[in-house]
């Protein structure tokens, strides 16, 4: 008996120390996890219950010179449907006429639609595609549908918004506007103007702590670490949506006329530089006929020029006095040989001897070879340093990505050869962008100074400026005032006299030069040989506003008039025209006071006779111009019917009569 007691109270001293171990073990825990681990254990509890939220700044908008809206942002919703959020009695009694509202809504049968919410609810689908892409009018409408109108927790709604660029003028201008496009990865990739002021459009987004109160609910905790988003600021862009109509559809019209590849235009207000206008235009690989924006071919394609590439021979050779316009040289039977190779005229016979600037305006490749050939043969640099002093060398230092590299042979270098230099002349061997070429030929309109494509004049935060972009002058002059006005003689005779005379206008002025490049013409391997027609100029010629380049590439060729002046020029002309007889003038009128002697006698003529006029009785208008006449006549009351033009013969009612209300009065005219 007393060993059994002795084994019990053994026990009992096991079991306690068991439990002061235990508890010793606990304490031991509680103290490592409140001073030890405290921190770790806080940090964790802290982030369950405590989140920092980002709030987005809004978006800035891009407008356009005259303040029309060419990019925004706003809300696009997707709506899902939590099927297990609702009660059974509510569900039941709902989905019906959901489905019904949904039906009537997106176009579908309500079978659809119930069939669907039925089978989400089934399967305890908490996350069931109800729309994308809602707007916000569409998404207010949903929310009052049976069901969806008693919220997210009784009703089951989930809507997930989201932001989208929108261009409220359409694809017009679309890849200089650009857009900003957030890849999987999380990264952007931005294009156009959308891209190239990213910074300042995008704003901080700001940020909030809340604390979790409920299963999906955050209650906002205001702390000092709070963050209120600062939104983007707007852009003011240099494009002019009145001449971006223009231009884009003058140039698809062509682009369709001719079964091109794909085409570009350029307008440019000569003195700031600023681009009013920039269409690119390709062919869908699908539809012939249909053409959008694919890529910006004025910034980013660099390729040979053809002819339009003359004018840089004629002012290198000007600067240099190496020849002038009256020069004159062989054209050699359109055909003129440099070490076994051939430079060929398009007109077939060549042009016979002419001046140099004549060759200038008919575009021969053979005079004007020739005038560069003989004057730089023994020091070709000499004129490629002039082409790399023109700028013609450098890329002009767009915001925007993949502005194309313009390349101009160097002695020496692996592309350089016996006819580099000559080939230059007419515009092969070298490559340079549309919007490249534009900014020298403005150059010229703009007397020698050589400003910087704009595409963005101002940066704003509301009606406050906070940065503006004024005139950047690349190079204050390219060449002197007496070559500036030999070249814009030369560019006029080309509109007047020349290649482009078909765009001759007597009454509206306009300079320019026609360009045909060949393009594959030394290639081997079977691909075929295509045609790149351009036109560069500006108007009106005598007082240079805006320049312009049109380039269209692969025109169909089955009617052989593939050529600058048949594809390019029109268009040129139709824009220059459209814009010139459309803008209001704002010409002051000389000498408004002056007095002209016969309008004076008229009009004291009228004045007498309506002195002679006795009240209340018709007047004696024999010998009157009708136009007095009638102006007599109206303002006393009565109603004239007139016969014939010139001045009054005969009247109906006898001059004296007294008149009547009803009288109608007839007047034969006769010159």
């Known amino acids: 008996m007393m060993v059994e007691e002795k084994n019990t109270s053994y026990r009992i001293y096991l079991v306690a120390v068991g439990i002061f171990l235990m508890a010793i073990g606990i304490v031991v825990k509680l103290c490592n996890i409140q001073w030890v681990e405290g921190d770790h254990y806080r940090q964790l509890a802290k982030e369950r219950t405590v989140k920092n939220f980002v709030i987005p700044a809004n978006k800035g908008n891009v407008y356009s010179a005259d303040g029309s809206l060419l990019a925004t942002s706003i809300p696009n919703y997707n709506i899902r449907f939590d099927a297990v959020a609702p009660k059974s009695e509510d569900f039941n009694a709902n989905v019906s006429a959901l489905a019904d509202s949904l039906g009537l809504m997106f176009g579908k049968p309500s079978s659809y639609y119930d069939a669907g919410l039925r089978r989400a609810r089934g399967t305890k689908n908490r996350f069931y595609l109800i729309a994308r892409n809602l707007s916000y009018t569409e998404y207010v409408r949903i929310k009052t549908f049976p069901l969806f109108s008693k919220g997210a927790f009784k009703g089951g709604l989930i809507v997930e918004q989201y932001t989208i660029r929108e261009h409220p003028i359409g694809m017009i201008a679309k890849r200089t506007i650009g857009y900003d496009i957030i890849r999987p990865d999380g990264k952007h990739y931005a294009k156009g103007i959308e891209g ?8 901080k987004d700001g940020r909030v702590l809340k604390q979790k109160i409920a299963k999906g609910q955050w209650k906002p905790i205001r702390d000092q670490n709070e963050v209120d988003p600062q939104d983007g600021y707007d852009i003011i862009s240099t494009i002019d949506v009145y001449i971006q109509d223009i231009a884009h559809h003058a140039l698809l019209k062509q682009l369709q006329e001719y079964n091109a590849d794909h085409g570009c235009v350029v307008v440019m207000e000569t003195k700031t530089g600023y681009i009013k206008a920039i269409a690119n235009l390709g062919r ?22 053809g002819s339009t590439y003359k004018l840089a021979d004629l002012m290198a050779l000007f600067e240099d006095k190496k020849a002038d316009t009256s020069d004159i040289y062989d054209s050699r039977g359109g055909d003129f040989t440099i070490r076994g190779r051939h430079v060929r005229d398009s007109h077939e016979g060549g042009y016979g001897k002419i001046s140099l600037g004549r060759g200038f305006e008919v575009s021969s490749n053979t005079v004007l070879v020739q005038a560069v050939y003989n004057a730089y043969k023994e020091d070709p640099m000499q004129f490629v340093n002039h082409l790399k002093h023109f700028g013609l060398d450098k890329k002009l230092g767009l915001p925007f990505e993949g502005e194309g590299v313009p390349f101009i042979p160097q002695e020496g270098g692996r592309n350089w050869s016996a006819i580099a230099m000559p080939w230059m002349a007419f515009g092969y061997g070298v490559s340079i962008t549309p919007l490249q070429t534009l900014t020298f030929y403005n150059a010229v309109a703009n ?9 963005v004049s101002e940066i704003r935060e509301w ?5 503006k972009y004024d005139k950047k ?11 500036t006005k030999k070249l814009r003689a030369c560019l006029e005779n ?19 030069k026609t360009g045909t490049a060949a393009a594959n013409y030394n290639k081997k391997d079977g691909t075929e040989k295509h045609y790149v027609s ?6 009106p010629a005598n007082d240079p506003k805006y320049s312009c380049i049109v380039v269209v590439h692969e025109p169909n060729t089955s ?14 002309k139709r824009i220059a025209q459209k814009i010139y007889t459309d803008a209001p003038s704002m010409n002051s009128i000389k000498n408004i006071d002056s007095k002209n002697k016969i309008q004076e006698q008229n009009f004291n003529d009228y004045y007498a006779e309506t002195q002679k006029v006795k009240p209340g009785t018709v007047p004696n208008l024999k010998g009157m111009t009708g136009m007095d006449a009638v102006a007599l006549l109206g303002n006393m009351g009565l109603k004239v019917k007139v016969k014939g033009t010139g001045k009054v013969k005969k009247q109906s009612i006898e001059a004296g009569r007294s008149i009547s209300p009803d009288d109608v009065i007839i007047l034969d005219l006769s010159s």
């Open 463 to 467: 009606n406050r400026t906070i940065k």
């Open 447 to 455: 007397n020698g100074e050589m400003v910087k494509p704009q595409f």
């Open 494 to 512: 080309v509109v007047k006299n020349g290649t482009a005379k078909k765009l001759y206008s007597k009454n509206f002025p306009m300079a320019g």
């Open 196 to 203: 190239a002021y990213k910074k300042y459009l995008d704003g």
């Open 284 to 305: 869908d690989k699908k539809e012939d006929s249909t053409y959008y924006e694919r890529v910006n071919y004025a910034v980013s394609e660099s390729h040979e020029p």
């Open 473 to 483: 002058v690349i190079n204050p002059k390219v060449c002197s005032d007496e070559t």
């Open 534 to 539: 351009s036109f560069v100029g500006y108007f």
């Open 559 to 572: 009617k052989n008039n593939y050529y600058g002046a048949d594809v390019a020029g029109p268009v040129f």
